[in-house]
């Protein structure tokens, strides 16, 4: 059982390019998130999906965007990449339902020089 | 939306001490909270949960408590060890218990 899966984990991107960010998990849950951690911070939400077909903004969603076309993966897209955006990216998945425990890929760390 | 906050940011023990972390939510319907464990250069795991009909849980050395009517819990661990150093994070479940809202961490550093 492979859990949440992320590629790549490791990134350099130069400033102004766009990559995508892959995420897959096969526990057939419905809510699917993406954080980024700065260095020394805590996980901020940049999108979150419910469901296939169906997303919304988190706490950070400039320069990001995401699509949910079926109910394993959830990839985020970084275009026009800044320094800013120089993180940990983690995606998360859990089950629908109010009280239930979010399972994390292993992060992908990207640099944007 | 939901607002998470965490304090100490740092916190620094002696092995055999307890640790506590102590966190406030925003969002009166917030209903479920769970802490994760966060090891140099891993993925975040999850360490224990409460719902809001409980007061408090126990699991070993670690428990929480959680006071609806002033929006706080925190995470209580006993007889710390090395292995304990990590980063901790709190969490709530907003409104429609869809989103999951993060507090800032706290680093745990215990010393032998």
């Known amino acids: 059982n492979a859990g949440v899966t992320q590629t790549p984990k490791f990134r350099i991107l130069k400033i102004g390019q766009s990559m995508t960010l892959q995420c897959t998990q096969d526990m057939n849950h419905n809510y699917m998130y993406w954080y980024r951690q700065d260095p020394g911070m805590g996980l901020k939400l940049i999108y979150y999906s419910v469901g296939a077909g169906i997303t919304d903004k988190g706490e950070v969603p400039n320069g990001y965007n995401v699509s949910r076309s079926t109910t394993e993966d959830f990839p985020l897209r970084l275009e026009l990449a800044a320094p800013s955006q120089t993180s940990v990216y983690f995606c998360?998945?859990?089950?629908?339902?109010?009280?239930?425990?979010?399972?994390f890929g292993q992060g992908t760390r990207l640099t944007v020089v | 939306g939901e607002n998470v906050e965490q304090h100490p940011s740092t916190l620094s023990v002696q092995e055999g001490d307890s640790a506590v972390i102590k966190c406030t939510y925003s969002?009166?319907?917030?209903?479920?909270f769970p802490w994760y464990k966060q090891e140099l250069g891993k993925r975040p795991q999850l360490i224990i949960d409460?719902?809001?009909?409980?007061g408090e849980k126990k699991d070993q050395r670690i428990a929480v408590t959680l006071n609806k009517t002033a929006k706080h819990f925190s995470l209580h661990i006993t007889e710390t060890q090395p292995e304990d150093s990590a980063v901790y994070f709190c969490a709530a479940s907003d409104t429609g218990f869809q989103k999951l809202v993060f507090g800032t961490g706290t680093r745990l550093l215990v010393s032998p």
């Open positions: 409460i719902r809001s009909n409980v």
């Open positions: 998360a998945s859990r089950k629908s339902g109010e009280n239930t425990e979010a399972f």
């Open positions: 969002d009166s319907a917030s209903n479920y």
